[in-house]
DNA sequence: ACCTGAACACCGTTCAAGT
DNA sequence: ACCTGAACACCGTTCAAGT
């Protein structure tokens, strides 16, 4: 007995064992268009053309794949920070990397949140997403310790002020999402202006 | 202009008492012991004791309840934050203000993700929400306004300055919260302190 | 006026069965 | 080996009906 039922937009991965990548992909382009509430397991099964059970041969449960999408969006924000990095040098790098921060954020806000989001908070059983966000924290350190080098900042320890900065960019990025800083009357670039300025000084001042 | 503050509903005497209150404070009890996943409004009415009906009576969505919860949290954090700046004075007030409100974070975890959760992130259409969480802005501001006329940090914005050092603190409490620090090798008091301090030398060289 | 019980559409997850 | 369809328990929301 033959089924006539012919699905839209089968994707060509679907044979050929990427699965997984479309699974994520499809989560992506959820997000993206649809918001953090859209990343549901059946909604990305039916993005991807497959049965609301298929996703369970490659993600253990919900939480595996927001944290595989979590990962690449860590991965993206990464590739963000090191091409602005290289454009830069010197004392500028910071400002710079600070400005392509933000700007991911913005540009992904939803991608953004669920990076950041409850789901994957505790992250003790993800492995590889606890890898992925930390280099993060280590891109900015090791910026901060070339900075050190050419005595552009005061001595210090790097890893507490790697914290300190990441912690200050996330926290604008969720404000300005949230438009908590809207009654501020500057713009988001001027507030990462003047953020990073604050920051740079008070390190340049430590001894 | 005479500003008029609206009421939202002046508490009746419902057959639960105020069901409303009593609604919140059930929603509390949960986030407190169970996390924010265990906040549904089925949940809560089941934890107050009424059918899953009962609570559109007094909330139009599961979002207004939300709502209502993170309100009563920015109420709750910015009281911790007033009784630690009566607590100190003249430049020592930021950095127990600071400590206070990372404290509160790390007291009240679920809470505190959803005061700034996506849930809530769009408070166009709660204005109530808006004027509460707007007021930890607000407070920053005031304090900065009194360090600076006190000659304690340079001139500049001070509502920029203030976005400045909530963005800090709330970006501090997430990654502490989702254990990014962890491999910092401070306690979450000395990254705080170290933090303030950054803050206060680089508002301090702002002229 | 306030609340209940049933109903609907949705979701996460499991499992026997199909190819 | 990989996927489907059905099933279960849960959730948000609506609505007629009860007190």
Do not use: C, N
């Not at 492995?127 to 966000?133: C, K």
């Not at 507490?160 to 912690?167: E, F, K, L, N, V």
């Amino acid at each position: 007995m033959p089924s006539k039922r012919t699905p839209k937009a089968l994707p060509r991965a679907y044979h050929h064992g990427d699965l997984r990548s479309a699974l994520i992909q499809s989560a992506l382009g959820l997000l993206r268009d649809e918001g953090p509430e859209a990343l549901t397991l059946r909604g990305v099964a039916r993005a991807a053309g497959v049965s609301q059970a298929a996703p369970y041969r490659h993600f253990k449960d919900r939480r595996a794949l927001v944290a595989a999408v979590a990962e690449e969006g860590f991965r993206m924000l990464q590739s963000a920070m090191l091409h602005a990095a290289q454009k830069a040098d010197g004392r500028l790098g910071l400002k710079q990397v600070a400005i392509a921060y933000v700007q991911f954020g913005h540009e992904h806000p939803a991608e953004y949140r669920i990076m950041f989001g409850p789901e994957v908070a505790r992250h003790d059983e993800l492995p590889d997403l606890r890898e992925t966000s930390s280099a993060v924290l280590a891109f900015v350190q090791v910026g901060l310790e070339q900075l050190q080098a050419a005595g552009s900042i005061g001595a210090g320890d790097p890893a507490a002020m790697a914290a300190t900065i990441w912690s200050m960019l996330h926290g604008l990025v969720m404000l300005s999402l949230d438009g908590q800083t809207a009654g501020v009357g500057l713009t988001l670039d001027q507030l990462v202006d003047e953020t990073t300025r604050i920051m740079m000084f008070g390190m340049a001042s430590r001894t």
